[in-house]
């Protein structure tokens, strides 16, 4: 019969391994290690994650309020336009926003 990976030189015999003959303390020791050193790099990106959440919600927000205010301001220029009066000495006083000129109204 096969192994577990369809190796045909290994039996299900040999595969039945009494943990304590395989690991030693030493090997549980090392591997411990590498776990604890595994979780601590994750910590660290887990905690440059967070960080970058942060500045992106901060950057997120600030671009938000700048777009508000130029909304803000292009609202108070457009109505400040409509304000004032026309100062054109074109004798056609007739024209729309875009300067063409309207057909005259017959009384």
Do not use: W
């Not at 040999?14 to 591997?31: K, L, M, Q, S, W």
């Not at 604890?36 to 919600?57: C, F, M, P, T, V």
């Amino acid at each position: 019969m096969s192994g577990p990976n369809s190796d045909p030189d290994m039996s299900v015999d040999d595969v039945n391994i009494d943990e304590e003959e395989e690991f030693g303390d030493e090997e549980y020791a090392a591997i411990n290690s590498m776990l604890d050193q595994i979780n601590s790099y994750l910590d660290g990106i887990e905690e440059r994650n967070d960080a970058l959440n942060g500045k992106l919600h901060d950057l997120m927000e600030s671009n938000r309020q700048a777009r508000q205010e130029f909304q803000a301001q292009l609202l108070n220029s457009s109505v400040q336009e409509d304000d004032k009066p026309d100062t054109t000495d074109n004798p056609d006083k007739d024209q729309d926003s875009c300067g063409s000129q309207t057909p005259e109204k017959s009384s």
